[in-house]
């Protein structure tokens, strides 16, 4: 059995200029909307520039002791939604 | 282009397309690397994820669309089984992970979603659309990546459906609804077998039904290369492909914290282009909510969502592209692109109203221990039901098909 494939050049270029495009929208939405400030905390192992709400949660303390505190107790099941990106609440901001 | 046949094993000639594949790696390679530049190396870590999935669903043609048309038109369950499969090994990571709440510094959250009127009018449509728009959310991005135009208008209405959803979603939510259930409220050992217990109904049922019509039951075929040329030229089998994404995903709530999700990054783009020409998206009650102001705010780069989104394209690109199966159909019947639009729309909106897609709610809402993930199930299966009988009125095929495909 053979495979037989349509292969145009057009096609990868007609891909490679969708790329391109789609590469230079996104990096004028970088641009323009930059990333969110680093979260001011005194954890050595700071937020990541541009982290997801999701890992905002529960930053991990350090003592001055260097070590790690207990992990925290399990979270309580949410009466809302979690804060998963799709099941965010819709509550507008006061 | 250059297109040379690579290997000949079995009697299958594979015949990869390089130039095709120099775009997709460089690309992956450059997204990785700008992606950490500018974000940092969490979010690439995350783009290669999305890489990682896009290939296993190509490489498997892992899709919910089909498999559901196949086993209600052709009483075929092989794509069916696969997906409970799938489920229940990522459950088996998930849900400890999610009950623990976090790992180290990173918290873990789940899909556990309020069960509503919104999310049952949003999953029947959701599953619907999807048999009109030919692939759901991950079905409609690796298609797109493996080079399919009709597939291109799917997402481009998709996007427009998930961002009219986040214009009306807080009257969905206005509507009667009960609070999330987790199965784990009964302890995780008791959730976990309960999960299972219920993936495996499915996955006997299914069987049962394949046996009953054709007296036999579809087994996964061996690969058709010999060696292990097939792990990168593919096909795969399904249930290696499902386990592939059940990594992965558990993989993406380590490192994302949160649970495998598609269609919110569309509503995030269809809002940034619309606030790009004019539209005050801003001001709506959705847009306004800090998570998502936040995500409408700052680059699309630092939103999970949208960066795996990206990653899994590329990496459904690459797989097309080492198949030698990159190849644009320009010609789309009329009939089909309307499919195609209305498909796209009424699953974007759909998504929304259902906290996601089968990805977001379904795949990751049972292996989230979720309720709304079943509830999810059975109403978009329900309304996929209804989508097959809809696909003749587009010059689609729907019950009456008697070609057996996956």
Redesign the interface.
């Known amino acids: ?9 057009r ?2 270029a ?3 200029a969708a ?1 391109a495009a789609t ?1 230079g929208v ?1 990096t004028i ?2 641009v323009v ?4 400030a680093p979260v001011a905390s005194a ?1 050595p ?1 700071a937020l ?13 303390a350090r003592t001055d002791t260097g070590k790690r505190p207990p ?5 309580p ?17 006061n | 282009m250059s297109s040379v046949p690579q290997s000949t094993a079995g009697g299958l000639t594979t015949v990869s397309d390089k130039s095709a594949l120099k775009v997709t790696l460089g690309s992956l390679a450059l997204g990785f690397y700008a992606i950490w530049l500018a974000v940092d190396v969490r979010f690439a870590t995350l783009f290669l994820i999305g890489a990682g999935l896009g290939f296993a669903l190509y490489q498997g043609s892992f899709g919910f669309t089909g498999a559901w048309r196949r086993f209600v038109v052709h009483k075929r369950s092989r794509g069916i089984r696969a997906q409970m499969i799938m489920i229940g090994v990522a459950a088996l990571g998930m849900m400890p992970l999610i009950q623990a709440g976090s790992i180290g510094s990173q918290a873990i959250v789940g899909a556990i979603a309020p069960l509503g009127v919104s999310l049952v009018v949003g999953a029947a449509m959701f599953g619907f659309g999807m048999q009109l728009g030919g692939g759901c959310g991950s079905g409609t991005l690796f298609t797109v990546g493996g080079g399919s135009l009709r597939m291109l208008a799917t997402l481009a209405f998709f996007i427009v459906g998930a961002l009219i959803g986040t214009a009306h979603l807080p009257w969905w939510q206005a509507q009667p609804s009960l609070p999330p259930v987790s199965l784990a409220e009964m302890g995780l050992p008791g959730g976990l077998v309960l999960s299972l217990s219920l993936l495996a109904l499915v996955y006997f049922v299914s069987h049962a039904i394949e046996r009953k019509a054709h007296g036999d039951v579809e087994t996964e075929p061996a690969p058709k290369r010999k060696g292990w040329s097939w792990l990168l030229v593919g096909p795969w089998p399904l249930i290696g492909a499902g386990l592939a994404l059940s990594v992965l995903s558990i993989a993406t709530l380590l490192v994302a914290g949160h649970p495998w999700s598609v269609t919110y990054g569309f509503g995030l783009w269809g809002a940034k282009i619309a606030l790009a020409v004019g539209i005050p998206v801003d001001e709506w009650a959705f847009w306004q909510v800090p998570f998502h102001a936040d995500a409408l705010r700052h680059s699309v780069l630092t939103n999970t969502v949208s960066v795996m989104n990206f990653g899994l394209i590329l990496g459904a690109a690459t797989a097309a592209a080492l198949a030698g199966s990159f190849a644009p159909k320009n010609a789309i019947p009329f009939r089909s692109l309307i499919a195609a639009i209305l498909g796209g729309l009424l699953m974007g909106y759909g998504a929304r109203l259902s906290f996601g897609c089968n990805i977001g709610a379904l795949f990751s809402g049972i292996a989230s221990g979720s309720l709304h993930g079943w509830i999810w199930f059975a109403l978009a299966f329900a309304g996929s039901c209804l989508g097959v009988a809809a696909r003749p009125f587009f010059g689609l095929d729907g019950y009456k098909s008697q070609k057996v495909s996956q």
Not at chain 1, 71 to 75: I, L, Q
Not at chain 1, 86 to 92: A, E, F, G, I
């Open positions: 059995m053979t495979v037989t494939t349509e292969r145009k050049p096609n990868t007609i891909f490679a790329l590469a996104v939405d970088h909307s930059g990333v969110p954890t192992r990541p520039a541009g982290g997801a709400p999701c890992a905002a949660i529960v930053p991990a992990p925290p107790p399990p979270k099941l949410p009466e809302g939604a979690t804060e998963a990106p799709d099941l965010v609440v819709t509550r507008p901001a």
